[in-house]
Structure formats: C-alpha cells, structure tokens
C-alpha cells in the first residue's frame, strides 16, 4: 500500500518537472484523473470543489495541477463548504465567461440541481460532472446510471434540459470536458459529464488532446456594463407573458440542440435484426456481448448513445426503418433510459437487463438476454 | 423641486437626481421602505468612486431582488440565499470586477447563513449590504430569524416564542466573531422621529452613505464589507410608516445597536 501511494506521488512529481514532454504521451490513469487532466486541457478557468466519494480524485488532481505553469488559465482552485455554494461559486464565475466546472457524485449532484435550474434559465453555460455511485439516499460506491433521469430530464424545478454527455473509457473522461464546454458555450447551457463510479475508479491507457486555444463568445457575460450597454442575466420572469416567451426561446434552443447535437456509437448495426443499447461503462460489456453473439450467428448489434440529452432518437428511428425488430436496453438502474428508447422505437419491441447497487452484468448474462428475446 | 446645484450646498442633494448608476425606472418599494434610500446611497458611493463600468450586482431573492432594475450596472439573479457564494465565484475570476448584494434578514441569515459565513470567513472581497427589518418582507410577513421575541408575524399569529422558535441571530456580531472579514458595520438606517412628531432626523440615511461608501472602499482594497441596516416594514409589521419608524428607533435599535463591529482595514478613520 505504501509502495501505491508513494508510486503514485512520484509520478505527479516526475510529470511537473517535465511538463512537456507529457501532454501528449500515453499515460495509465483513473478516470478521474483523466477527466480532470481533460478539464484542463479544455483550457479549464475555474474549479470550485466539494469532496465526495467516488468523485474525489478530480479536485484532488486539479488542486495538484493548481499554479501548474502548463496550465496558465487555470485561475481558480477553491474548496467550498457545501455542494450548493460550489455550484453557485460556478455560477458567479462563469457568468463572467469563465470556463467553470465542478464534479460530485448523487448525493452531492442533488444539492447541484437547484444552481442547474438557475444557470438552465439565465443560460449560463457551465460543466458539472457526476461519477454516479449507488443510490438512493446514501446507497454505497459502486457504479451506477441511476443518476439519468435526474441528469437528462432537468433535474431541478422548472422545466429545462442539460447537455448530458456519457463516456465509456478513461479515453473519453480525458476528451469529454473538451466537448462539454464546447457545447455549453454553443448553446449557452449547462452541460453534465455522467460517469460512474467503475469509471471514475479505472485505469486505463489514455492520451490527452492538446491544450484547446479555443475562446468562447461571450457577449452576454456580466464584466462591466459598457456605456449604457448592460449585461443583466435573470431568472425571473413575473409578467406571465415574459416568462411564457422565456420557456419558448429555451425549448426552441433544447430542439435545436436535438436537430443538431445528437451523438451515438453505432457497432455492427448494419444487418442487425436485435440491437442492444446501454450508455457508459455498460456499453463495453454490450460489446463483448455483441462479439459473442455474432459468433453463434445472432445478428446483433450495439447502439450506445453518448450524448443522452439530447437522446440520440434519430438513431434508433433509423435502425427501425432499416429493419430492427427489437432492442434490449441494459442498464445499471431499475430501467431509465428505456424509455426514451421506447419512445423512439415506437413499434418496435424493446426489452430490457437491468442490474443496479453496484453490480454490474456479465457480458455472458448480455448474450443469454439478447438469445432469449431472440427465441 | 430638486433644487439646482446653484442653489444647494448639499452634494447628496443635488448628486440624487441625476446618478448615473440609477436606471430612470421608479422603484416598487412601499412607502416608508428603507429599500429606496438604500437604492440611492448605493447609485451615489458607485457614481463617487466612478465604479459603475466595473461594478456587478447580485440580486438576492426578496425585496431586492429587483436591484438590476433600479441601478445601471450589470447584474444576475441568485437563488436565495446564494449571492454570497456567486460573487465569491464573480470575484475568483475576476477581482477587477466590484461584486455586491443587498440581502434580507431572511435571505441572508436564514437560507443563506452558511454562504454567508464562509464568504467572510475567506475575506471574500465583496460587499453585503443586509436590510434588517426583522421579518420575511416579499413572501409577506413571515418570521425571520431576527424577528424579536413577541412579534406578531404570519407564521407567529401569537407573536414569536423564542423558548420554541428558537433566539434571533444577530448576523454582525456572529460575522464580528469570525478572523476573516476586513468590514462589519451595523447602521441605523430610518429617517428617526424626533420629539416633535412631525420633525425627522436624517442621521440614519446620512450615516448609511458614508457606510455604503466605506464598504466599497474595503472592497476595492481588497476585503469582505458587510454593513447591516436595521429598517422597518411598516405593511408587514401592520403599522403606519411613522409607527414603523418609531418601533425601528425604540425597539429594534436596541436588539440591534449599531456600531462599528470590525474594521480591520482601518477605513473609517481614513
């Protein structure tokens, strides 16, 4: 254990004495480590931090990377005393334009959502990230997707919809912020990274992609009215009029986002009769299900969505005209994104697998699901 | 009339009618509110020290959450009780920028204690500017956690028993009690009826301008500013505005004593 410890430790110093020579090697790292070292590659201004297990290893990583000289935009590494003042502290910063994130696991991800529906309304674009642990209440540490609804459907008051990303590899938690902030300073909303615990805690082989130039606009952001131009970003709306027009300007936005920004893995769907569809770490079981299945001549494919919200519909409408029959979902809760599914097959038969409290599926308990639906 | 700058003296007179940090909207405060005054003294210490491009206002939930409407200066809404925690994040970022609040008793000492706390804790370098007027004013007259012992309040029909309800929270002394915060100031703010019932002194809004003005200053030099204003509600404590002014003087003040709490950076003596 000492050993782990002081390897690990050693590593971080070998990599600030040699910053260069590291950004683009291949490293062998936790997902969370990952996803914070993606974060500031993204060119991350501001991290606001609240600890809570599995999620940990992101603000201990970037309160490492803290002062880095390889990360000059990294203003910002502050400790909050609760989830709530973090994601406010969010909030304030990236209402100024920052690039600002903060990470959590359920527990916390539930104190978030009440900054989620406020930055949602005044469109302040921002990233938060949820390793999703077993739930609900406490639950316990392990991997889970319980967090989809919450995360996809607006989970705070009011009505709104997040960009809801979903990686399923140590690779994909280093390059998701990237494309989080990226969609949040498109669209001007808030933008969740959903992981879970298994990928939080993996480690695997990843390379990082070069440190982004890339600049938002801005011109909404409250840095100083300039003349009698002003920057006022509200959330309230009392003349019902107002806010009536205020919900339309946003849902023209969230189908804009649907026409444009869905994104999906399609694997061997082409002459698929059954596909199955499971999101993040899941997925990689579904693909060695697939393999297997193929093997016994089970045409079968695999759909894995990756952004979640918007849910990848077009997709499965597509696979439906194309002549898929049935889908099995399988996913690490009571059944979620099911339905969404359900919704976009419209006819088609849509089974599911589910697992949940940490437990995952064998990928041989996939390929006898997907055989039986079969029969 | 406004009386001209020729005919004036009075620098707070004649700077009142034509600040450039005040938007021309008229404010939807009740009359007798000490919100307007507060409105002002805020337009004129942002208009002296030539602060409004660079000045950013939290609006809090409650009465004040229509600040932006009032004051030409950038602004955003937080949740209740949050202003603290988004000026915090406003001011990481950005520490050019002036980042300040006008919070209720109930926003800030209630929902919103614990961002309160930990901003002065860390000498953010913001600016709090509390309006105590002992009772939740925009949900319309509910107790707050300054409510004194006895009144009278919609979720305290009998007046407020402090053995069951618990004993008010003086939000100065306990910010006072922490090593952080630079500026902690309590004032008293309403115009107070002297003896004759139909003559006011203006001690109160006079002195509440030199603090609006100190607390920005603390700010600029890089502290956390926190000047609490001890005002009435005459429609929510149900009293006639000249009532509400003598309760605020006889009753609250006392509860309440103004004073300088914490003053680290030494800026009343500049």
């Known amino acids: 254990m000492r050993d782990m410890l002081l390897g690990v430790s050693g590593l971080r110093h070998s990599r600030s004495e040699e910053p260069e020579e590291k950004v683009t090697a291949r490293e062998f790292v936790k997902g969370n480590e990952a996803l914070a070292l993606g974060a500031l590659k993204a060119g ?18 970037l309160a490492r990377e803290f002062k880095s000289p390889q990360y000059p935009d990294f203003k910002v590494f502050l400790q909050s005393s609760s989830e709530l003042e973090a994601i406010n502290m969010v909030i304030g910063a990236a209402a100024t334009g920052a690039k600002a994130m903060t990470a959590t696991s359920g527990p916390g991800f539930s104190l978030k959502q009440e900054g989620l529906s406020y930055a949602a309304s005044m469109e302040i674009p921002l990233l938060v990230v949820d ?47 990237s494309l ?52 006022v970003l509200v959330s309230l709306h009392l003349d019902f009029d107002d806010q009536s027009r205020h919900v339309e300007h946003l849902l023209k936005k969230y189908e804009e986002m649907a026409r444009e920004e869905q994104r999906a893995e399609l694997y061997m769907t082409g002459d698929a009769d059954v596909v199955v569809v499971a999101f993040g770490i899941v997925s990689r079981l579904v693909k060695q299900a697939v393999n297997a299945l193929r093997a016994k001549g089970v045409r079968a494919g695999m759909l894995r969505p990756i952004t979640l919200s918007p849910f990848p519909s077009r997709y499965i409408s597509d696979l439906v005209s194309k002549g898929v029959k049935r889908f099995v979902v399988v996913e690490l809760n009571t059944g979620q994104m099911v339905y969404d599914v359900k919704l976009a097959a419209e006819n088609g038969v849509v089974e599911r697998l589910n697992r949940w409290g940490g437990i995952l599926p064998s990928s041989s308990e996939i390929v006898a699901k997907v055989e039986m639906t079969s029969a | ?131 105590n007027n002992a009772i939740y004013g925009m949900t319309g007259g509910q107790m707050a956690p300054t ?21 008010i929270i003086d939000a100065s002394k ?97």
Not at chain 1, 139 to 166: F, M
Not at chain 2, 148 to 158: L, N, R, S
Request: glycine share 10%.
């Open chain 1, 44 to 61: 991350l201004n501001a991290y606001f931090a609240y600890p809570i297990t599995p999620s940990s290893e992101i603000p201990e990583t």
């Open chain 1, 131 to 177: 390793v999703n642990r077993g739930g609900p209440g406490l639950g316990n540490l392990g991997p889970e997707q319980s967090d989809y609804y919450q995360s996809t459907k607006g989970g705070g008051h009011g009505g709104y919809r997040n960009i809801v990303l979903a990686p399923n590899s140590v690779q994909e938690m280093a390059t998701f912020p």
């Open chain 1, 180 to 231: 989080g902030f990226s969609l949040a300073f498109k669209y001007r909303n808030p933008a969740i990274i959903l992981a879970d615990a298994f990928l939080g805690q993996l480690k695997e082989d990843t390379t990082y992609p070069p440190i982004a130039e890339e600049k938002f606009d801005t011109p909404w952001a409250t840095t100083g009215a300039r003349g009698e131009t002003r920057h």
């Open chain 2, 1 to 131: 009339m406004m009386p001209s700058q020729e005919e004036s003296t009075n620098e707070y007179e004649v700077r009142l009618g034509k600040l450039a940090a005040l938007t021309s909207k008229p404010t939807h405060y009740c009359s007798g509110c000490e919100h307007g005054i507060l409105t002002k003294l805020i337009a004129n210490a942002i208009d002296e020290l030539e602060i409004r491009e660079r000045t950013v206002v939290v609006d809090s939930v409650g009465c004040s959450v229509f600040a932006h409407e009032y004051l030409n200066v950038d602004a955003i809404q937080a949740a209740h009780g949050r202003a603290p925690a988004v000026m915090a994040g406003i001011k990481r970022v950005r520490p050019d920028l002036v980042a300040f609040a006008v919070q209720g008793d109930g926003d800030a000492v209630a929902i919103g204690l614990q961002e309160l706390i930990y901003a002065a804790s860390r000498n953010e370098p913001i600016t709090i500017f509390l309006v």
């Open chain 2, 147 to 167: 409510t004194p012992e006895g009144m009278i309040t919609t979720t305290t029909p009998e007046g407020r028993d402090t053995a069951y309800t618990g004993t």
């Open chain 2, 174 to 270: 306990l910010l006072a009690g922490l090593d952080g915060p630079s500026y902690v100031k309590r004032v008293f703010l309403p115009v107070a009826p002297l003896k004759s019932r139909d003559l006011y002194s203006a001690a109160g809004p006079l002195e509440g301008a030199r603090s609006v003005v100190n607390a920005f200053k603390v700010q600029l030099a890089g502290g956390f500013s926190f000047v609490e204003f001890v005002s009435t509600c005459s429609i929510n404590w149900k009293m006639s505005v000249l009532d509400s002014k003598k309760y605020a003087a006889e009753v609250l003040a006392k509860i309440y004593p103004p004073g300088l709490y914490k003053d680290k950076l030494g800026i009343e003596k500049r």
